[in-house]
């Protein structure tokens, strides 16, 4: 048993909001959200997005699985073919305006449109102000890809799901956009909460027309991800089939966030001594050696 995995895994339990989604729908399980419904899934290829399609296919999702890596992809749609989903696999850099477009055509009228759009692709920078200085294309990059191409995805599935009175979009944010202060990761957490705050501006708008929105702020996940960052290994950190056990519940009750209680916590503090927050966190990276 993973000690790391459990830790977090505990913690999820305790989040109020968890239970009083569960109250609401007594009995849904996940099969009864995707069964015969189609799924668009992003960044699919591995981690927490190739255990999400797993976990969606065996419940009887039809899957469109894009990220990069075709071959990757090809072997993941097999799987969930054999778990009894079906999968259409869709190699695509979203970073790529042409191929975006091309992609959502393919969706909404080659397949007739998506039900459920999960935005799970994403890169971090682990990098400390002066060594970002005359670097800032790393900072353009990571906005092309984690809100610029999410958003040249989502906006026309969005308008083709307004038409159909029916959609959702799950997006996978990070733990660490609730908390605020993250030295060393100011680039990537900008790009997270720019397309946040889009979401939640975004969402009732679309909610008369029957399309709803969730946020998964994603605690700490041992991933590709995390790999380059060596201080990570030390740290608890979920497995990607809890990962992806967070955006199944995203899924299934439909809230406008699905989080964890050290971010709901991290968050109050923000709030309340923001100052306080600052030092610790500047204190911390300094100890691991980012400042």
Same mark, same amino acid.
């Given at each position: 048993?993973?000690?790391?995995?459990?830790?977090? #895994?505990?913690?999820?339990?305790?989040?109020?909001?968890?239970?009083?989604?569960?109250?609401?729908?007594?009995? #849904?399980?996940?099969?009864?959200?995707?069964?015969?419904?189609?799924?668009?899934?992003?960044?699919? =290829?591995? %981690?927490?997005?190739?255990?999400?399609?797993?976990?969606?296919?065996?419940?009887?999702?039809?899957?469109?699985?894009?990220?990069?890596?075709?071959?990757?992809?090809?072997?993941?749609?097999?799987?969930?073919?054999?778990?009894?989903?079906?999968?259409?696999?869709?190699?695509?850099?979203?970073?790529?305006?042409?191929?975006?477009? *091309?992609?959502? =055509?393919?969706? *909404?009228?080659?397949?007739?449109?998506?039900?459920?759009?999960?935005?799970?692709?994403?890169?971090?920078?682990?990098?400390?102000?002066?060594?970002?200085? %005359?670097?800032?294309?790393?900072?353009?990059?990571?906005?092309?890809?984690?809100?610029?191409?999410? @958003?040249?995805?989502?906006?026309?599935?969005?308008?083709?799901?307004?038409?159909?009175?029916?959609?959702?979009?799950?997006?996978?944010?990070?733990?660490?956009?609730?908390?605020?202060?993250?030295?060393?990761?100011?680039?990537?957490?900008?790009?997270?909460?720019?397309?946040?705050?889009?979401?939640? =501006?975004?969402?009732?708008?679309? #909610?008369?027309?029957?399309?709803?929105?969730?946020?998964?702020?994603?605690?700490?996940?041992?991933?590709?991800?995390?790999?380059?960052?060596?201080?990570?290994?030390? @740290?608890?950190?979920?497995?990607?089939? =809890?990962?992806?056990?967070?955006?199944?519940?995203?899924?299934?009750?439909?809230?406008?966030?699905?989080?964890?209680?050290?971010? *709901?916590?991290?968050?109050? @503090?923000?709030?309340?001594?923001?100052?306080?927050?600052?030092?610790?966190?500047?204190?911390?990276?300094?100890?691991?050696? %980012?400042?």
């Amino acid at each position: 048993m993973d000690l790391g995995d459990l830790v977090w #895994r505990v913690g999820e339990e305790l989040d109020p909001r968890r239970q009083i989604d569960r109250l609401r729908a007594p009995g #849904r399980t996940l099969r009864d959200a995707v069964a015969g419904r189609r799924v668009l899934l992003t960044g699919a =290829s591995a %981690g927490i997005g190739r255990e999400t399609a797993l976990m969606l296919g065996g419940a009887g999702a039809e899957l469109i699985l894009v990220a990069r890596r075709g071959a990757l992809l090809k072997d993941l749609a097999e799987r969930v073919e054999r778990r009894g989903g079906a999968a259409h696999p869709y190699a695509c850099d979203l970073t790529d305006d042409d191929q975006v477009d *091309t992609l959502v =055509s393919y969706a *909404t009228e080659g397949l007739g449109g998506v039900d459920v759009l999960i935005n799970n692709a994403g890169h971090s920078i682990r990098r400390n102000l002066d060594e970002t200085t %005359g670097r800032l294309h790393d900072a353009e990059r990571l906005m092309r890809l984690n809100y610029f191409g999410a @958003l040249r995805l989502t906006v026309p599935i969005v308008a083709h799901m307004r038409t159909r009175r029916r959609g959702h979009v799950v997006n996978v944010s990070t733990l660490g956009v609730q908390v605020g202060a993250q030295p060393l990761f100011a680039g990537y957490l900008a790009s997270k909460a720019a397309l946040d705050a889009f979401a939640r =501006s975004a969402a009732p708008e679309t #909610r008369r027309d029957g399309v709803v929105w969730t946020t998964v702020h994603m605690p700490l996940v041992r991933t590709e991800m995390i790999e380059p960052t060596g201080v990570y290994r030390a @740290l608890p950190a979920m497995t990607p089939r =809890s990962g992806a056990r967070m955006i199944a519940h995203a899924v299934v009750h439909r809230p406008a966030r699905v989080s964890h209680p050290a971010g *709901t916590a991290g968050h109050l @503090l923000d709030l309340l001594v923001p100052e306080a927050v600052e030092r610790v966190m500047g204190r911390a990276a300094k100890i691991t050696g %980012g400042l």
